[in-house]
């Protein structure tokens, strides 16, 4: 898979090309190619699989003030002239935008090492041979397993008039699986993510995914309330994503934001949470790379967002920092919490009393500007009993913020890397934490 894709050379060509064919004033040109490879089972069975490449061009033109883009997915000549005619054309039709802010110049990206060739080589042998192991370990288990397997190779350029040139390659491997009984309403989900397909490991999500499903079936009644909770990795990386992606500087500034204070304050530098929170970014990460730049070709870099339980930085657009004079950040490419020591089970052995939450779905906002969130558990939710998980109890739907669950952390896991519920990533490392409550709002039919 992936061998027809561009090279950086190629890229960089259509990209000259392209600024060579404007008559803009500002012209910057972004251009994503990939390829990718998929398998999905569901009954026990393989049911659909494919592979898809594309390429992606769009040109942004600027006359002052007034600007636009325009797409096309065909390189040849022909279709480059037309989507510059057709950028520059919008662009002239467009009302002058009061934030509109120059073209970048040459700048300088974090090297970043999220690339593995061996998922262009071997990713979809190694995706049928890990979906293969998961279908018959679930028979053999008397259980009925769905899942689903993708592999992608991407590569991206960013290039403009003013000197601004950057490319970045990147693989990506996901792989999710639910498991359920065939009667008494037991089902288990586990997941992995890599930059190689041979970095998921299939055969801990069946197991994992086949172990919560045997252990959730004939879940008992739990009253609605709040209790001492575990949350496994992949609930904390939901919750944390939400968090980290609020912390906009001009929300902040303009009091729309959990980060605003009265009088067009903020709350960056205050100390919000224990000193054991700290969430970081950065692009080069080994554990769970991201991209190199961000909106516009802004440089990535390494960052701290919560240090020691602070505020440490919002990220700023370019029109807000020069407004406010204050440095362009922009949204992070990556997110890492540094966590504790140990395993979800030590976390576990450790607790007297409280509730474990294996995955959370359907996250929404209730109150954006107090971070409250609503949505539902699914697949195990399991209550513990002097260091054990005693039994499973019903799904429910729940209210909290990500703000009320950092404040009360009571311990965590070392961090790892881990992919939320909704939307695979490969970019976030998190521990599993327990918190001292956990609003658990009403039962839920889910299984």
Not at 48 to 58: E, F, I, R, V
Not at 67 to 85: G, I, R, Y
Not at 281 to 301: F, H, K, M, R, V
Request: with cysteine; hydrophobic share 40%; glycine share 8%.
């Amino acid at each position: 898979m992936g061998r027809d894709m561009l090279s950086k050379e190629q890229g960089q060509e259509l990209i000259a090309q392209v600024l060579g064919l404007s008559r803009a004033d500002d012209v910057q040109v972004t251009l994503e190619a990939s390829h990718t490879t998929h398998l999905r089972f569901a009954r026990n069975s393989p049911s659909t699989s494919g592979t898809h490449s594309d390429h992606t061009l769009s040109v942004r033109s600027a006359f002052g003030p007034q600007s636009a883009s325009a797409t096309v997915n065909q390189l040849d000549l022909e279709s480059l002239k037309q989507v510059v005619a057709r950028s520059e054309e919008l662009a002239r039709l467009a009302p002058d935008n009061p934030e509109h802010m120059p073209d970048l110049g040459p700048q300088t990206f974090a090297n970043v090492s999220a690339y593995d060739a061996s998922l262009i080589e071997r990713g979809s042998a190694e995706i049928v041979a890990g979906s293969g192991l998961c279908i018959n370990q679930a028979r053999q288990q008397g259980l009925v397993a769905a899942g689903f397997s993708e592999a992608s190779a991407r590569a991206s350029w960013i290039g403009n008039r003013r000197g601004l040139f950057g490319h970045h390659q990147t693989t990506q491997a996901a792989f999710s699986e639910t498991a359920r009984t065939k009667e008494r309403g037991g089902s288990g989900w586990a997941a992995g993510v890599g930059n190689a397909v041979s970095a998921v490991d299939y055969a801990r999500c069946s197991a994992t995914a086949i172990d919560k499903a045997r252990r959730s079936a004939d879940p008992k009644p739990l009253a609605p309330g709040k209790y001492v909770t575990i949350l496994e990795p992949a609930c904390v990386a939901s919750l944390m994503q939400m968090l980290l992606f609020s912390m906009n500087a001009r929300s902040a500034d303009e009091g729309r934001s959990f980060f605003s204070e009265p009088d067009g304050k903020t709350k960056l530098g205050q100390p919000l949470f224990p000193e054991s929170v700290s969430i970081h970014s950065d692009p080069s990460a080994a554990i769970a790379p991201g991209a190199p730049w961000g909106e516009g070709g802004l440089p990535q870099a390494p960052r701290s967002w919560i240090e020691r339980g602070k505020v440490a930085n919002l990220f700023c657009e370019r029109f807000w920092a020069q407004k406010r004079q204050r440095e362009a950040l922009p949204p992070p490419s990556n997110l890492l919490m540094s966590g504790g020591s140990g395993s979800l089970q030590d976390l576990v052995a450790s607790t007297r009393q409280g509730v474990l939450i294996t995955s959370l779905w359907y996250i929404r906002f209730v109150d954006p500007r107090s971070l409250l969130l609503t949505g539902l558990t699914r697949d195990g939710v399991f209550w513990i009993q002097d260091g054990k998980l005693s039994h499973p109890v019903s799904n429910f739907r729940w209210n909290d913020s990500p703000i009320r669950v950092l404040k009360n952390i009571d311990a965590m896991t070392a961090s790892l890397r881990t992919s939320p519920r909704e939307g695979a990533a490969s970019n976030i490392s998190v521990p599993a934490l327990r918190v001292k409550e956990f609003e658990l709002s009403s039962v839920s039919d889910a299984v």
